[in-house]
């Protein structure tokens, strides 16, 4: 029991409830946010490899397969970005940021970091062009002359989410030493729960953007 239990953390149990949302909400109409469905099904199944191999075959190491997951995801996140309405002349930047970011990864992969630890040098990096990228978003959606309810846009919901998520993870990567020592000294676990705190924040807004782009979609002429 106390095995399962380490499976079906609260991070995990809010990866499920997204990918349901995404079943229930994303039809093929949708056009490219179908990729979430394929995004959070590996994000499911590479957690639930990770439990396995740790818990149940006892294996030391099994860092590779959350950094091809992380790379993926990273890329995947800053590519979507391109079919936002305010983003149509920033596809050249994207380009250049997943490239950046892809030969760092690549790069950390085989020459600093390695594939037996985590690569967070890596993730840092990539949570950062995530944030750049955002921003940007918001800039742009700021300067169209056109009114546009963002509450009810699909990409705000996402920028939002994966703004405060990654800002968050890099906060937590400058301070991860001393949250570390906090929980030795104190047996409060801070770094977990700042860290659920800003998975809900970025999986709740990824369900809010999904119910978005359903009522988007249904009510666009022609669908």
Same mark, same amino acid.
């Given at each position: 029991?106390?095995?399962?239990?380490?499976?079906?953390?609260?991070?995990? @149990?809010?990866?499920?409830?997204?990918?349901?949302?995404?079943?229930?909400?994303?039809?093929?109409?949708?056009?490219?946010?179908?990729?979430?469905?394929?995004?959070?099904?590996?994000? @499911?199944?590479?957690?639930? @490899?990770?439990?396995?191999?740790?818990?149940?075959?006892?294996?030391?190491?099994?860092?590779?397969?959350?950094?091809?997951?992380?790379?993926?995801?990273?890329?995947?996140?800053?590519?979507?970005?391109?079919?936002?309405?305010?983003?149509?002349?920033?596809?050249?930047?994207?380009?250049?940021?997943?490239?950046?970011?892809?030969?760092?990864?690549?790069?950390?992969?085989?020459?600093?970091?390695?594939?037996?630890?985590?690569?967070?040098?890596?993730?840092?990096?990539?949570?950062?062009?995530?944030?750049?990228?955002?921003?940007?978003?918001?800039?742009?959606?700021?300067?169209?002359?056109?009114?546009?309810?963002?509450?009810?846009?699909?990409?705000?919901?996402?920028?939002?989410?994966?703004?405060?998520?990654?800002?968050?993870?890099?906060?937590?990567?400058?301070?991860?030493?001393?949250?570390?020592?906090?929980?030795?000294?104190?047996?409060?676990?801070?770094?977990?729960?700042?860290?659920?705190?800003?998975?809900?924040?970025?999986?709740?807004?990824? @369900?809010?953007?999904?119910?978005?782009?359903?009522?988007?979609?249904?009510?666009?002429?022609?669908?």
């Amino acid at each position: 029991m106390d095995k399962l239990f380490d499976l079906f953390k609260p991070t995990v @149990i809010a990866e499920w409830a997204t990918f349901i949302a995404a079943l229930c909400l994303l039809p093929s109409r949708v056009g490219v946010w179908r990729l979430f469905m394929l995004l959070l099904l590996a994000t @499911i199944v590479v957690e639930t @490899i990770g439990w396995y191999s740790t818990y149940i075959r006892k294996l030391n190491n099994n860092s590779w397969i959350f950094n091809l997951l992380m790379m993926i995801c990273t890329v995947s996140w800053i590519w979507i970005f391109r079919f936002a309405e305010p983003m149509a002349k920033a596809s050249k930047l994207l380009q250049l940021l997943i490239a950046v970011f892809v030969c760092f990864g690549i790069g950390n992969l085989l020459f600093f970091q390695g594939f037996r630890i985590y690569n967070w040098y890596t993730d840092a990096l990539g949570d950062v062009l995530i944030a750049v990228v955002c921003c940007y978003f918001f800039y742009v959606c700021l300067q169209e002359e056109e009114f546009r309810d963002l509450f009810r846009y699909e990409y705000f919901w996402l920028a939002n989410g994966l703004l405060f998520s990654s800002l968050g993870s890099v906060v937590l990567y400058i301070f991860i030493d001393a949250l570390y020592a906090f929980k030795k000294h104190t047996q409060i676990y801070a770094y977990d729960y700042i860290n659920f705190g800003l998975n809900f924040i970025l999986y709740g807004s990824m @369900i809010i953007a999904f119910i978005c782009r359903n009522r988007n979609t249904r009510s666009s002429p022609g669908s």
